[in-house]
């Protein structure tokens, strides 16, 4: 009786202690979660800890641990590495009213499988000492002869422009993307492999514009406020707007502690982280009901797209890379 006891009392424990820890994959830069965790933590006693790398490494390393992975929350950037996660099963169909409420539906799986948790906006940087008023206008205008030779552009190979290119698939058609996509590899004076490389081109005078994350933008012109850039949004007028995209996460089917892992993403897409999770890095917060930082203030307001959701950004990644292997877009 006594031994049965025991057993029961350890079982008691071991659940208890579950519901008291996460555990997260991550693949954003510990020093983007490690305060917003801690503020978790303070606030429910809940421990989380956590482990980064690259979204591809993290995902496979998910798929090798299978139910063996202490894993609760699997979180990174861009939707196209959220959906390919929901494609290899990985992760858990949530119904929350709170992330239904809180994250537009545009910014999240149709299935409730990922959340979008900040917000960054892919357009368009340039020199105001190179580009004349009037002459930006869309993403399509970026391949007008008249950008030959001042345009530079960030690899194909990275997951943001590919995103980019799945919305303009979505958007334009696969004739009329591949028209300009083609066009913007003419006109570019040099492909770089990230997108501060791409702004410290255009602020130098190499090229006249490029087409940039916001974010990067931020925190270059923190460390460099006199730097000759500013920030274009392109497709206002009569238009899909402005490609957006997020961080988010998702809760994994292996978790020991789906419960504890959906109060996380609800918490994260609360107000109040809203406050700290989507500001740290100068992102936009999910909703437009949240505050803003002052930096993103600063660039001016900008029409996004939502009619492009952005599971698409996974579904059609396959055909945007076949695209731009078309017109050679290194």
Known sequence: MLKY???????????????DELVVYTSRKEHLIKDIFKQYTEETGVKLTYKTGKAAALIQTLKAEGNKSPADIFMTVDAGNLWFASHEELLEPISSKILRSNVPFNLRDEKGRWFGLSVRARTIAYNPKKVAKGELTTYEGLADKKWKGRLCLRTSKKVYNQSLVAMLISELGKKRAKEVVNGWVKNTVEIFPNDTAVLKAVASGQCDAGIVNTYYFGRLMKKSPKLSLKLFWPNQDNSYGVHVNVS???VLKTSKNKEGARKLLEWLAGRKAQKSFAQVNMEYPINKLFPES?????WGKFKPNKSFNLSSAGKLQKEAIKLMREVRYK
Do not use: D, P
């Open 294 to 298: 002052e930096e993103t203030k600063a």
């Open 5 to 19: 006891i025991s057993l029961v009392l350890l079982a008691a424990f071991c659940l208890n202690a579950s519901a």
């Open 248 to 250: 988010g996460a998702g």
